[in-house]
């Protein structure tokens, strides 16, 4: 999903300023990633740039959480190989900017999610804001062994269609680190093509299978990720990786990744400050 340093500036003058919003936790990443895939699909099959804020406020033994990511192309892509969601005509090009707020509430073992996400795409070539569009999302997340979580998207603007997604993962202990190993199977009922509407896949039914490991690190007040993932595509929107692979849609398995710096901080009580 995806998260905008301007929007948690804001509203972590809020936090500094008011009282009741004592112990909200205000967090930034940077992470750098050799192709943009999301649910799947190959957007953009070059470096790039995804920075990320968010503030996170208690609400009682729920919290609402509020951000925006951003998604950068590094380069020009504009070789016959390349694709680019921002068309590649320029380097350091915002390709897409996602806003999102949600809260969630603790129920037992789990924890269950709310909120929405609107997708805004800045340019005037590849994608642009004909494309613009608002998702409402539900996620439901059990602690305890294999961490399973299931989330359902449906698109209420353009698309108006069910991306459903679930997931698991498990950590290896290597020394004071652990090796996390996940799993992530998709699946749509309405987001596929239909006559004279915008669609993310081609059919309905299993999208893919991400398999994914990544180690946590630390450097001072910095966690420090890299990251792997292995795609399985089911679906024809999945099967490319490159500009000459879309006429084929023979990509059935492509490798992705990157590494993630983050930071967070969680501020006093009033009494403390």
Known sequence: MKRAIVLGGALAALVVASPAAAQATIGLDAAVFSSYVWRGITYTNKPVLQPDAYVTIPLGKASVTAGGWANID????????????SGGASAFNVAEFDWWGEIGIPAGPATITAGVTGYIFPNDVGFTKDFNTIEVYGKAALSGPLSPKVSAYYDVDKIKGLYVEGSVTHG????????????????????????????NFANSGLTHLDLSANIGLSAGPLSITP???????FDDATHFHSASSVAT??????????????????GGSAAEE
């Open 227 to 233: 990251s792997v993932h292995g795609i399985f595509g």
């Open 172 to 199: 290896f202990p290597i020394g004071p680190k652990s090796l996390n190993l996940g799993a992530l199977l998709g699946w749509t009922g309405g987001q596929e093509v239909k006559a004279g509407e915008l669609a």
């Open 74 to 85: 590094i380069g020009k892509y504009d070789g016959s190989s390349d694709i680019s969601e």
């Open 249 to 266: 849609l023979d990509t059935k398995f492509k490798v992705w990744g990157g590494v993630t710096i983050s930071w967070s901080h969680t």
